[in-house]
């Protein structure tokens, strides 16, 4: 489908279609080559592609920096945007001139993006109101406060639930909430800030996305930064409204304690109920951002912030455990061709697990599949309905999990995994390909480094 939709837009097939890491979502991300590079993106939800899709063009119409939309399939499933390349300010958050333009460019699409924005195309909900506040407090209160044990009055709890959405909820001005404003959805291109993932926009208050971006857990922004950034912001956010400082500042900070409980419910769900590292070991950095904002109690929600102090108390996890420290492991995922013999293996461990694709029917037997690869859609098609590799990867998944989990929680430094065929085309980059992508969503805390070797491509995910 990418394929055909780029030969349609720029006349001519893409020269490579390259899979990116996955994000947190379903989508499907690849950078295809040719006479314009760009980044085709398969979604799995038509309404999802249909905000994000609408919401682009009208904040490129607004000349905010947002990725040119270049081509839609005319399903709506499938489209095309511009590359903006592979930096992200999460990996520049030291430098505090990026930070500061970043919020500094926010307000232009809390007010000036939501300027003639039909909110009724965001989704899944056109506003951020108080039941959808309601939501975020339950979430934290069933997948993290109930798995610590602490016990507590639920009808007591709840009445202070409810003020806290009732006076969050008020947002007179109409102004775009990103909802999921953090480092790791913008991107540096030319030194310029430019936003991505915003398709879960909606109209909300201009607070929560400040208070998203200078209190993400993984980013561990120091208090002077943080107070540099909201000063910033107030400055930059000026050019359109009237700020009363401290009712901003103020409203701010009941933000952070709504964020922090909507996030320890995140990483309660996706880590202690799905036990997936990569939440588990934000856990931690989460618990200390909210302990430090209780160092003033909040008198307005007196029974909400006695039993988040008792939680504080008892769930202090041992960041010395291995489910939260950086992995030491790097697997290495290698696709080659027998011809060429195996893969060197440089760590002197004897090369871990190989496995021989030459089982399945070859495409690179038939003249159409003969100049491309297992990362091509063709290609994938082609192997995914025959069905047999699939059948083949669920088994290869099922021997490598546990040696990833061993080596992993032994302090061990490299597995290797290789997969060989005929050429090194086909079969084999299809299934290292597919490895390397495994291995990074179910341990995203382990290292991966993914080697074509015939096809000279070597990168890390």
Same mark, same amino acid.
């Given at each position: 489908?990418?394929?055909?939709?780029?030969?349609?837009? /720029?006349?001519?097939?893409?020269?490579?279609?390259?899979?990116?890491?996955?994000?947190?979502?379903?989508?499907?991300?690849?950078?295809?080559?040719?006479?314009?590079?760009?980044?085709?993106?398969?979604?799995?939800? @038509?309404?999802?592609?249909?905000? @994000?899709?609408?919401?682009?063009? $009208?904040?490129?119409?607004?000349?905010?920096?947002?990725?040119?939309?270049?081509?839609?399939?005319?399903?709506?499933?499938?489209?095309? !945007?511009?590359?903006?390349?592979?930096?992200?300010?999460?990996?520049?958050?030291?430098?505090?001139?990026?930070?500061?333009? %970043?919020?500094?460019?926010?307000?232009?699409?809390?007010? *000036?993006?939501?300027?003639?924005?039909?909110?009724?195309?965001?989704?899944?909900?056109?506003?951020? =109101?108080?039941?959808?506040?309601?939501?975020?407090?339950?979430?934290?209160?069933?997948?993290?406060?109930? %798995?610590?044990?602490?016990?507590?009055?639920?009808?007591?709890?709840?009445?202070?639930?409810?003020?806290?959405?009732?006076?969050?909820?008020?947002?007179?001005?109409?102004?775009?909430?990103?909802?999921?404003?953090?480092?790791?959805?913008?991107?540096?291109?030319?030194?310029?800030?430019?936003?991505?993932?915003?398709?879960?926009?909606?109209?909300?208050?201009?607070?929560? =996305?400040?208070?998203?971006?200078? #209190?993400?857990?993984?980013?561990?922004?120091?208090?002077?930064?943080?107070?540099? &950034?909201?000063?910033?912001?107030?400055?930059?956010?000026?050019?359109?409204?009237?700020? =009363?400082?401290?009712?901003?500042?103020?409203?701010?900070?009941? @933000?952070?304690?709504?964020?922090?409980?909507?996030?320890?419910?995140?990483?309660?769900?996706?880590?202690? &109920?799905?036990?997936?590292?990569?939440?588990?070991?934000?856990?931690?950095?989460?618990?200390?951002?909210?302990?430090?904002?209780?160092?003033?109690?909040?008198?307005?929600?007196?029974? &909400? %912030?006695?039993?988040?102090?008792?939680?504080?108390?008892?769930?202090?996890?041992?960041?010395?455990?291995?489910?939260?420290?950086?992995?030491?492991? #790097?697997? #290495?995922?290698?696709?080659?061709?027998? *011809?060429?013999?195996?893969?060197?293996?440089?760590?002197?461990?004897?090369?871990?697990?190989? /496995?021989?694709?030459?089982?399945?029917?070859?495409?690179?037997?038939?003249?159409?599949?003969?100049? +491309?690869?297992? &990362? =091509?859609?063709?290609?994938?098609?082609?192997?995914?309905?025959?069905?047999? +590799?699939?059948?083949?990867?669920?088994?290869?998944?099922?021997?490598?999990?546990?040696?990833?989990?061993?080596?992993?929680?032994?302090?061990?430094?490299?597995?290797?995994?290789?997969?060989?065929? #005929?050429?090194?085309?086909?079969?084999?980059?299809?299934?290292? !390909?597919?490895?390397?992508?495994?291995?990074?969503?179910?341990?995203? $805390?382990?290292?991966? $480094?993914?080697?074509?070797?015939?096809?000279?491509?070597?990168?890390?995910?």
């Amino acid at each position: 489908m990418l394929t055909d939709l780029y030969k349609k837009r /720029f006349g001519v097939a893409p020269s490579s279609i390259t899979p990116l890491t996955p994000a947190g979502s379903n989508r499907r991300y690849f950078r295809l080559t040719g006479p314009r590079t760009v980044v085709g993106v398969n979604g799995c939800s @038509f309404d999802e592609n249909k905000s @994000f899709i609408y919401l682009d063009k $009208h904040f490129y119409s607004k000349g905010l920096p947002v990725p040119e939309i270049v081509a839609v399939s005319d399903d709506g499933m499938t489209y095309l !945007q511009e590359d903006l390349g592979d930096i992200q300010l999460f990996d520049c958050r030291g430098s505090l001139e990026l930070l500061k333009k %970043t919020v500094s460019v926010l307000p232009d699409f809390q007010y *000036k993006g939501a300027d003639g924005l039909d909110f009724n195309q965001c989704y899944p909900v056109s506003d951020f =109101d108080r039941q959808a506040i309601l939501w975020d407090l339950n979430y934290f209160k069933y997948c993290f406060l109930n %798995t610590t044990g602490i016990p507590y009055l639920e009808g007591i709890l709840e009445k202070d639930f409810q003020l806290l959405a009732t006076n969050l909820s008020v947002n007179p001005e109409g102004t775009f909430m990103y909802r999921d404003f953090q480092s790791r959805n913008v991107m540096i291109k030319d030194g310029e800030p430019y936003f991505i993932d915003f398709q879960g926009g909606r109209r909300g208050p201009a607070e929560y =996305d400040l208070v998203s971006f200078i #209190t993400q857990a993984r980013a561990e922004f120091p208090a002077e930064v943080r107070d540099t &950034l909201i000063d910033t912001y107030i400055e930059s956010a000026s050019r359109y409204t009237l700020i =009363d400082t401290v009712e901003f500042r103020n409203r701010l900070r009941q @933000f952070a304690l709504l964020r922090n409980l909507q996030v320890l419910g995140a990483y309660g769900f996706r880590g202690k &109920l799905e036990r997936k590292p990569h939440f588990l070991k934000s856990i931690p950095l989460a618990l200390e951002n909210l302990r430090k904002l209780l160092d003033t109690p909040f008198e307005n929600y007196p029974y &909400l %912030t006695e039993v988040l102090g008792r939680m504080l108390e008892k769930e202090q996890p041992d960041i010395s455990d291995s489910k939260y420290r950086e992995s030491s492991l #790097t697997v #290495t995922v290698t696709s080659f061709s027998y *011809k060429k013999g195996l893969p060197e293996d440089p760590s002197g461990n004897g090369g871990g697990f190989v /496995f021989d694709c030459r089982g399945m029917e070859n495409p690179g037997r038939y003249e159409e599949y003969k100049h +491309i690869t297992g &990362l =091509d859609s063709p290609v994938i098609e082609f192997l995914e309905h025959k069905g047999e +590799i699939t059948r083949f990867l669920d088994s290869c998944f099922s021997l490598v999990d546990p040696s990833v989990e061993c080596y992993d929680r032994r302090g061990f430094s490299s597995l290797m995994v290789s997969f060989g065929c #005929t050429g090194g085309q086909h079969r084999s980059v299809y299934g290292a !390909q597919k490895m390397a992508e495994h291995i990074k969503e179910k341990y995203p $805390h382990v290292k991966v $480094h993914l080697i074509h070797r015939e096809q000279k491509i070597d990168r890390t995910l």
